[in-house]
């Protein structure tokens, strides 16, 4: 029998599913789910005042724990892996164009021309500035850094991994990031990919056909703001320290993990269509489906073997 949790945290819909013969059994460890959830979000959100993301924006020398140094250590690795598109510290301009609240409780427009917000940006500290010794980080004191870019990946992992110890058939997603393992009712899993602009609808389906299936959705419809002619969305380009202005509305992508998924797709979505497709064709085992601005949708060399 299947036994799932909704609920809200990091800014999105969350969802945990477990296939158990035991309600009680499913509940207690959806529930310990739901709770290290809700102790990530406390810690590494920058929307917490106080919290150990903050701490660490506001010192230059400092011992951390072993989950925040886990969590550098990855954001590294991709920030080395696409060659600086993945950047944390696109803080800078999120919250010079208004995104400094989390989503839906006050985003608004800062009033600054992009000039402004890219010279800002440009004299920003680099995130290779950072350095992990262990435990122990040295950087720039202005150096500020955000895990936007792979949080949710980071935090859907984690929580599979824990469920993988405990159940065969799981559900476990972050909004668009998402992992599943087994059989749904003995039938492959099902995911939908939504509509950019309809979203009550779906624009294609991807099935799951192993053990496990590993994906990531970034785009640029969800979290956008503005006010008084000023728009923007959350997706920023490292190049020019703006939102990106491309082509793509979304990329969907496949990976062996979903924070590398997550970091795929983003990038993808970055880097533009051809730049993009060949990026994820150079990575085995990852795929990806890119909708664009006129509802066009490109598939990557690997993805047409995941549509239904």
């Known amino acids: 029998m299947k036994f799932w949790k909704e609920f809200k945290a990091l800014g999105t819909d969350m969802l945990l599913l477990a296939d158990c013969g035991m309600k009680e059994y499913a509940d207690i460890e959806i529930n310990k789910a ?9 810690r590494f959100s920058r929307f917490v005042k106080g919290n ?4 660490l924006n506001n010192k230059s020398e400092l011992k951390v724990s072993e ?13 080395g892996e696409t060659g600086g598109i993945f950047d944390p ?11 400094r609240e ?16 890219r010279k800002i940006f440009f004299k920003r ?25 792979i949080g949710k990946g980071y935090l859907v992992d984690m929580i599979a991994g824990e469920f ?39 624009i294609a389906v991807i099935e799951s056909k192993n053990e496990k299936l590993c994906l990531a959705t970034s785009g640029i419809i969800k979290r956008r703001g503005g006010e008084g002619g000023s728009e923007w ?4 380009d490292p190049r020019t320290g703006l939102p990106v202005k491309n082509e793509i509305l979304s990329v969907t992508a496949i990976a062996p993990s979903v924070l590398s998924a997550d970091v795929y797709a983003k990038t993808a979505l970055i880097i533009g269509i051809e730049a993009g497709l060949e990026f994820i064709n150079r990575h085995e085992a990852s795929a990806c489906l890119i909708i664009t601005k006129q509802l066009e949708i490109i598939l990557s060399d690997k993805m047409k073997q995941y549509l239904v």
């Open 164 to 202: 993988g110890k405990k159940f065969k058939n799981f559900w476990v997603s972050a909004g668009g990031d998402i992992f599943i393992s087994g059989k749904d009712n003995d039938a492959n899993w099902k995911i939908g990919v939504q509509h950019p602009t309809e979203t009550d609808k779906d």
């Open 233 to 236: 969305h959350h997706i920023i």
């Open 67 to 79: 989950e925040m140094r886990s969590l550098l250590v990855k954001a590294e690795e991709a920030y």
């Open 52 to 55: 150990e993301l903050d701490e």
């Open 102 to 117: 989390s989503f839906g409780e006050g985003e608004r427009s800062s009033g600054m021309s992009s000039g402004e917000i």
């Open 34 to 42: 739901e709770k290290n959830i809700r102790e990530f979000e406390s």
């Open 125 to 149: 500290e680099k995130f290779d500035t950072l350095e992990i010794d262990g435990g122990h980080i040295k950087k720039p004191k202005d150096l500020r850094i955000e895990f936007g870019g």
């Open 89 to 99: 510290t696109v803080i800078t301009t999120l919250e010079n164009i208004g995104y």
